[in-house]
């Protein structure tokens, strides 16, 4: 794969990428973030039909755990947003989906008059979407500390553009009126994002802006202050406590991840906090999540940040009438009441009253989109 990319012991890192090498200065193979670009580039690109079949795939894995909308984090093609319209058109995608939007097609939409919420109820186009760090679990955070234990000791993670640019990008997309999300993990990475969140909202003031980040994951207390005041919504993965929370512990420390998804001072604080999956990189399954925001506990069960725990209801709530919210939606979807949507799961047992390591594990008898039943166990 190295060879058919070009690639090679002279190559030079990417921007916001790293080729990690052995200690002779021979590419190891791990391409972390940007750095995947030359390779994935050699990949075939699927066809609409491809994608297609793999919205099929995803839509019957989702109805099946009680997902009845989801949110692409990622519509970046042509092709992929015609997928979307035929697999809704051909009833092969019964989830309500919102499309994320991403920057280098920014242009494109607003010189066609495209605003956010264009569609219909089972499909439309949502906020523009950007990366500014890496990930947490390899190290690629944009962080202010360096991460422990690490080969090269001065490791602040990698930023996926310059400064500038990015904050370009934020001013362009907040200025046509579009909600922004950016996926930002580290506290350095969150610091750039509401820096550039709070010089757009103070060139061009807008109320009900629902500028998100994704993720959210490295906070200090000035951030949550700032994020706070400026009514900013972190949309959180609890999953990743339990799937990676061993490793987030040892690249951190005990005390660095008690405010690393800080769930519990997010709600205290009045901030309007939402869950996701991030699939695939982490399981789509809600109650995983559930589970690990109510237990706070890693897969091998270690303590992660016991004071941070919720409970099963606001889990719930943070999957229903915050995603709702966060998506412009809460007149139509997120609660059981007339007026709404018919949109909802049927447990097979109350998750409240179940021993809370269980969570992850309770299963959906019924799904229903609309009032009609997609999946039965």
């Known amino acids: 794969a190295l060879e058919r990319a070009g690639l090679h012991r002279g190559s030079e890192d990417t921007v916001g990428g790293h080729f990690v090498r052995d200690s002779d200065g021979e590419m190891t193979g791990v391409l972390q973030e940007t750095a995947q670009g030359p390779v994935r580039e050699q990949i075939p690109v699927p066809t609409v039909d491809d994608y297609v079949e793999a919205l099929r795939r995803c839509n019957d894995a989702y109805r099946a755990v009680g997902i009845t909308s989801s949110q692409d984090a990622g519509s970046q093609t042509a092709d992929q947003v015609r997928a979307y319209q035929k697999a809704v058109a051909d009833g092969v995608l019964q989830l309500r989906t919102s499309m994320m939007i991403r920057e280098h097609l920014l242009p494109h939409v607003v010189g066609l008059g495209i605003s956010q919420g264009m569609g219909n109820y089972k499909l439309k186009v949502g906020p523009i979407k950007l990366f500014i760090d890496g990930s947490l679990i390899g190290r690629t955070a944009g962080v202010t500390q360096p991460f422990l234990h690490d080969p090269n000791p001065d490791n602040l993670g990698l930023m996926m553009m310059p400064q500038e640019q990015f904050e370009d990008y934020v001013m362009q997309a907040h200025k046509a009126g579009y909600q922004i999300a950016v996926h930002a993990i580290g506290d350095r990475g969150i610091d750039w994002v509401l820096d550039a969140y709070e010089k757009a909202l103070t060139a061009y003031p807008r109320t009900n802006h629902r500028h998100r980040i994704e993720h959210c994951g490295i906070c200090r207390p000035d951030i949550i202050d700032r994020i706070a005041r400026m009514d900013v919504i972190p949309v959180s993965q609890p999953v990743f406590i339990l799937e990676y929370g061993d490793g987030f512990i040892r690249h951190l420390g005990h005390e660095r991840v008690q405010l690393t998804y800080p769930l519990r001072t997010f709600l205290d604080r009045n901030i309007r906090l939402t869950f996701s999956s991030d699939c695939p990189v982490s399981s789509y399954i809600p109650m995983r999540s559930v589970q690990a925001a109510v237990t706070e506990r890693t897969s091998s069960g270690a303590a992660y940040a016991l004071e941070e725990a919720v409970t099963v209801e606001e889990s719930l709530e943070m ?46 008898t019924r799904t229903i989109i609309g009032g009609e039943t997609v999946y039965e166990a």
């Open 319 to 364: 999957f229903t009438v915050a995603g709702a919210y966060t998506t412009f939606e809460e007149d139509i979807k997120g609660q059981i009441k007339p007026g709404m949507l018919a949109d909802f799961a049927v447990f097979e047992n109350d998750p409240r009253t179940v021993d809370p390591m269980t969570l992850g594990e309770q299963r959906i």
